[in-house]
Nanobody
Framework: QVQLVESGGGSVQAGGSLRLSCAAS????????IGWFRQAPGKEREGVAG????????VYDDSVKGRFTISQDNAEKMVYLQMNSLRPEDTAMYYC?????????????????????WGQGTQVTVSS
């Protein structure tokens, strides 16, 4: 059974940092595409960053390039999202998603409809 459990959300002031964690289990982690997505109130869910665990290929949305970093720990089956220089517009519920045994390339890594498995989310609130 695929499970994705996010943690690490919280409230910070603009300019601060947070690190989100996604614990993955129940699927072949080592050859999967895993992404971080976010959804603000009244807005559609959008892709933030993605990684293919087989070769650490990463993709970022332009809105977070240079500020967010996605990384992985294969031994622990974890995926992280380090978020620096946070802005009020980064406020959202953040979700981890996985598509096992699939290598997404480019914008496909950030497409909501490409992922079948989702976590419950962790809230990030950035105040000005």
């Amino acid at each position: 059974q695929v499970q994705l459990v996010e943690s690490g959300g919280g409230s910070v002031q603009a300019g601060g940092s947070l690190r989100l964690s996604c614990a993955a289990s129940g699927f072949e982690y080592s050859r999967s595409s895993i992404g971080w997505f976010r959804q603000a109130p009244g807005k559609e869910r959008e892709g933030v960053a993605g990684v293919y665990t087989g070769n650490k290929y990463t993709v970022y949305d332009d809105s977070v390039k240079g500020r967010f970093t996605i990384s992985q720990d294969n031994a622990e089956k974890m995926v992280y999202l380090q978020m620096n220089s946070l802005r009020p517009e980064d406020t959202a519920m953040y979700y981890c998603a996985a598509q096992p045994r699939t290598y997404f390339y480019g914008s496909a890594s950030l497409r909501v409809s490409n992922y079948n498995y989702w976590g419950q989310g962790t809230q990030v609130t950035v105040s000005s």
